[in-house]
Each structure stands twice: as C-alpha cells, then as structure tokens.
C-alpha cells in the first residue's frame, strides 16, 4: 500500500530535549515536505527536500533541521524544543511531473507537545 | 514569497446548497493552485488542482475557477452533502521550486 508514515503519531516532551521525528515514504517520490498546523495558521512548510542531499527552508525553518540521505526518509529533527514548538506536524511526499508539480500525499501526522 | 491568503475562514450553508471558497495570491509566476480536504482528525488529501494554463476545471460536483489578471481563484461544491463538511485549504506554487504555499483554511459546515 502507497503511504507516508511517520512517527511518533504523539509525542509529549520537556524544554530543550532534543527529539527526532521521523518519516518515511514507499512510492519513490522525489520531493519530500513538512508542514506544521496550529489552528488559524493552517499549514506552513518548515522544510522541504528536491531529492536526495536537497534541501531548502520553508517558511518557519526556524528551530528545526532536516537531513535527506535516503530517498525515502526525511526526519525532522528539532535540537532544543521549546513550547512553541508544540503543534501537529505532517510529513508529505510528491511526485515532479515535467512541470515539477504533483499531488502531495500526506502523513497521518505527528502532535507534540513541549512542556 | 508568495501570500496566499483565503475566505471565507468558516462557512455554514444547508445542505444541497452550494459553497464557495475564494483564495486570491500575490506571486505572478505562481502556475499551480491545489486544494486539499481535511476532514476532522485525518490528513489533507487533494480533491482537485488548475493549472496557470486553464481557467476552470471540474470533477463532478466540484470545480475550481482561476482568474490570473486578477490573481485569484476559488473552489465552487454544489449540491453539498453532510460529508463534504471539512476544512478546505487552498495552495499556490510556481512550480521551479515547489515551495508550496497554504491558505489559512476555511471550515465548512454542511448542515442537514
């Protein structure tokens, strides 16, 4: 079956303990992305990544990092969590097609929280 | 960077009525206008996308209209359904770089 899975789905932590997202993709997409959703913001892209070693800040890079060795992973990686960093986070895939747009396939999300 | 910016941000209408939902952009060279679904607790799934090259494109009982002089389009539902009550996000992107850019959503309630 075709899907982006990331986890973990929920995550609770404390101030400045650094935490790994991870997410992984089965349908050998080139572009990989992650959005973070609060409510009234709806979804702004954190990071994204062209291909394997490619990646490029979105909107809200801030306090993240992102790494691409793989084709299929794209963790999220977020050194010193602080509380506004609490939101729920998706992951998502595409493929390019010749206009290097496609449909983006979502994960289920992960929610976290930073006490 | 590109501001996509949607209303209206909830809209409540009877069922069998239809619903519009209006995204206007600020990025000339943005091509590609998507929009997602978001039922409550689940991800954001496509339901229809335009193209710079197309003004309006349909699929059953949605369609989406694209005004580029004005840089605005909008996603039309008729004859809406209980099941269509989700929020709705619109996206640009100029495609070189799919950077993709999100609308703040709109909630729409279809009442029975």
């Known amino acids: 079956e075709a899907q982006v899975t990331q986890n973990p789905r929920y995550l609770i932590t404390v101030t400045g303990k650094k935490l790994t997202v991870t997410c992984s993709q089965n349908m050998n997409h080139e572009y990989m992305s992650w959005y973070r959703q609060d409510p009234g913001l709806g979804l702004r892209q954190i990071y994204y990544s062209m291909n394997v070693e490619v990646t490029d800040k979105g909107d809200v890079p801030e306090g993240y990092k992102v790494s691409r060795k793989e084709k299929r992973n794209f963790p999220l990686i977020l050194e010193s969590p602080s509380p506004n960093q609490t939101s729920l986070y998706f992951c998502?895939?595409?493929?390019?097609?010749?206009?290097?747009?496609?449909?983006?396939?979502f994960g289920e999300g992960s929610r976290l929280t930073v006490l | 960077g590109e501001n996509v910016e949607q209303h209206p941000s909830t809209l409540s209408v009877q069922e069998g009525d239809s619903a519009v939902i209006k995204c206007t952009y600020s990025?000339?060279?943005?091509?590609?206008f998507p929009w997602y679904k978001q039922e409550l607790g689940k991800r954001p799934q496509l339901i229809i996308d335009?193209?710079?090259?197309?003004g309006e494109k349909k699929d059953q009982r949605i369609a989406v209209t694209l005004n580029k002089t004005a840089k605005h389009f909008s996603l039309h539902i008729t004859e809406t359904q209980p099941e269509d009550s989700a929020v709705y996000f619109c996206a640009a992107s100029r495609g070189s770089n799919y950077k993709l850019t999100f609308g703040k959503g709109t909630l729409l309630t279809v009442n029975p």
């Open positions: 998502a895939s595409s493929y390019r097609d010749t206009t290097n747009t496609g449909e983006l396939f």
């Open positions: 335009i193209r710079s090259n197309v």
């Open positions: 990025d000339s060279a943005s091509n590609y």
